[in-house]
């Protein structure tokens, strides 16, 4: 079989992992209303499965970058998938929350070496081909991934009542298993087999030279920021609705569902600019994109505004719509884009796990927020954050554009 041929295969079976990931990650937000109703929980207490969730995948990204630079990429992220099988089967049979919050906790871990470690796999593979469109295409069906999630919930739950959320996450499995099958007959890119690997000392000195002296260091902040508005607001948005609009959480998963459809087309869109405008502007119009529509829906609710369905869908669409046509896609890709190939996927593993830590940031300050003052003080969080990441992109990152590939 020939490198293309080959890379048109590894590909697409490396990024399904990204469409599972983000099916999973949708599915315990789904989830977070019955799991409350059925314990007697408070949200700040339910919203922690968030929080363990993300903490597992800081740790998974941090590690498995690293290793992924040393040993290779293959058999991490046929291991992963092995991972997430078994703690997803936990999570959907656990008796009680603190094992429900620990299974979330491997499944997150699981989450955050795919993301961590595909990137870089499919980096090595796409020599031939524009790199950024391959990487931007993955993310382009991790939009369904997440839709699937919110419709798929809503469905379990109407159809199954409280006790649907053990479904729910137990469903992920089914995609998982084709998933391990294929990702075991892949084999590592000529472009890694090619390359001297570092010493794990040799790669956290020249990760650290990048965070620095490179910029490195400005993306991954610029991830953190995003990360706080997008795992924040993608984790809470079933419960949001659920809570300004008064409705079942069957029904805010469907309507998170119809909210979360506008990122397909814009997810199209960003494929088609990715290798031709700057990451840059990509980047700094998708942050103030999604900032100003947080900011109004967030002002309007702590003054007490009625917004209806309709206003608020709306508000919320055009938030995700600029995220989705830019730095959802920005943020993840110029790291094993632009890296150098011997830290590439360390880079990827440092950038992700910022942005972990902005998700845990998010959706812990949301829940702090909400307790004080009400959804709207913690979607003006989510907006504050995308302002500044608007400023972080526009003053400390270069002219990030497609003519600056690193071999």
């Not at 968030?50 to 690293?66: E, K, P």
């Not at 595909?118 to 839709?147: C, E, K, Q, Y």
């Not at 890119?189 to 910029?215: D, H, K, M, T, Y």
């Amino acid at each position: 079989m020939t490198p293309s041929k080959q890379a048109r295969r590894a590909i697409p079976i490396a990024g399904a992992g990204i469409v599972l990931g983000s099916y999973d990650l949708a599915a315990i937000s789904v989830a977070f209303a019955p799991i409350r109703s059925q314990w007697h929980l408070s949200t700040s207490v339910v919203t922690t499965l968030g929080t363990a969730t993300l903490v597992g995948m800081l740790i998974g990204s941090l590690a498995a970058g690293f290793l992924a630079d040393r040993l290779g990429r293959r058999g991490i992220i046929v291991g992963d998938v092995a991972l997430f099988i078994g703690s997803a089967l936990v999570a959907a049979l656990s008796p009680d929350f603190g094992v429900l919050a620990g299974a979330r906790l491997a499944t997150g871990l699981a989450v955050g070496i795919d993301f961590a470690v595909v990137f870089p796999f499919v980096a090595d593979w796409a020599s031939v081909h524009p790199r950024g469109r391959s990487m931007a295409w993955i993310l382009f069906g991790a939009n369904f991934g997440t839709l699937a999630a919110y419709g798929v919930g809503g469905l379990i739950l109407v159809h199954t009542g409280p006790l649907g959320w053990r479904l729910l996450l137990a469903s992920p499995v089914i995609l998982a298993l084709p998933l391990l099958i294929f990702r075991r007959t892949l084999i590592e890119a000529p472009g890694w087999g090619s390359l001297v690997p570092l010493s794990l000392a040799q790669l956290v000195r020249r990760a650290s030279f990048a965070l620095r002296n490179e910029r490195l260091g400005a993306q991954a902040l610029a991830t953190l920021l995003y990360q706080i508005t997008d795992q924040g607001i993608g984790l809470v948005l079933p419960l949001l609705l659920v809570a300004v609009l008064k409705t079942s959480a069957s029904s805010g998963a469907l309507d998170a569902a119809l909210v979360k459809a506008i990122t397909i087309p814009a997810s199209l869109v960003a494929v088609l600019l990715v290798d031709w405008m700057s990451r840059r502007k990509l980047q700094v119009i998708g942050f103030l994109g999604r900032a100003i529509p947080l900011c109004l829906i967030g002002f309007a609710l702590i003054d007490g505004l009625h917004l209806a369905g309709v206003v608020l869908g709306t508000l919320l669409g055009v938030s995700y719509f600029f995220g989705a046509a830019g730095p959802d896609k920005t943020t993840v890709i110029s790291p094993s884009e632009f890296s150098a190939p011997e830290i590439r996927a360390s880079s990827q593993g440092l950038s992700q796990a910022a942005g972990r830590l902005g998700g845990i940031v998010g959706i812990t300050g949301y829940a702090l927020l909400v307790s004080v003052g009400g959804p709207g003080a913690g979607l003006l969080l989510f907006g504050g954050a995308c302002l500044l990441g608007a400023v972080v992109s526009l003053v400390a990152l270069p002219r990030l554009s497609p003519t600056s590939y690193r071999p």
